[in-house]
């Protein structure tokens, strides 16, 4: 039997859908979710070099079928545009319309409102630390399950 409240992954999965769930109530007045919020600043981040889903998949720790379906609604809403890669044809390259570029703009005071109140609530410190350890285990490479073929 396993012991209540011992299992990592358990503990990880409510804390996320917790800070999802505030997030997004927190971004609700923009039309973005937390995810499509944290999609289009990777973007934003990347400046001219827009990234090719596997970048972005990477840099979001997502497999890149998720991150493809996570593009359509932004697609179809003309945040974010999908061009062919000029130096390898068989990728495609994810570019920030001005739309999209607004959008996140509109939403960047929601989410710093959003910080702050959660830094309020847990201590600013607290915080940092919940960063960097959370950040520790998203580089942990050794815990990297082979995708199947």
């Known amino acids: 039997m396993i012991e209540p409240n011992r299992c990592n992954c358990g503990a990880l999965r409510k804390a996320s859908r917790r800070m999802s ?8 007045a923009s039309g973005l979710r937390s995810t499509q919020f944290a999609i289009l600043a990777e973007i934003n981040r990347r400046g001219d070099a827009a990234p090719s889903i ?4 990477d840099a979001l720790v ?4 998720t991150v493809g379906q ?4 932004l697609q179809r809403d003309g945040l974010v545009v ?11 390259r994810v570019k920030l319309t001005p739309t999209g570029s607004a959008r996140l703009d ?4 929601l989410w710093r409102e959003a910080q702050e109140k959660f830094e309020t609530e847990f201590g600013a410190a607290a915080a940092a630390e919940l960063r960097s350890v959370l950040a520790g285990i998203a580089r942990n490479t050794s815990l990297v399950v082979e995708e199947k073929a």
């Open 106 to 109: 509109a939403a960047r005071p």
């Open 62 to 65: 997502m497999d890149q079928s």
């Open 82 to 92: 999908l061009e062919q890669d000029e130096a390898d044809r068989r990728s495609r």
């Open 70 to 73: 996570n593009l359509r609604p």
């Open 54 to 57: 596997g970048q972005l998949a």
């Open 21 to 28: 769930q505030f997030y997004d109530a927190a971004l609700e």
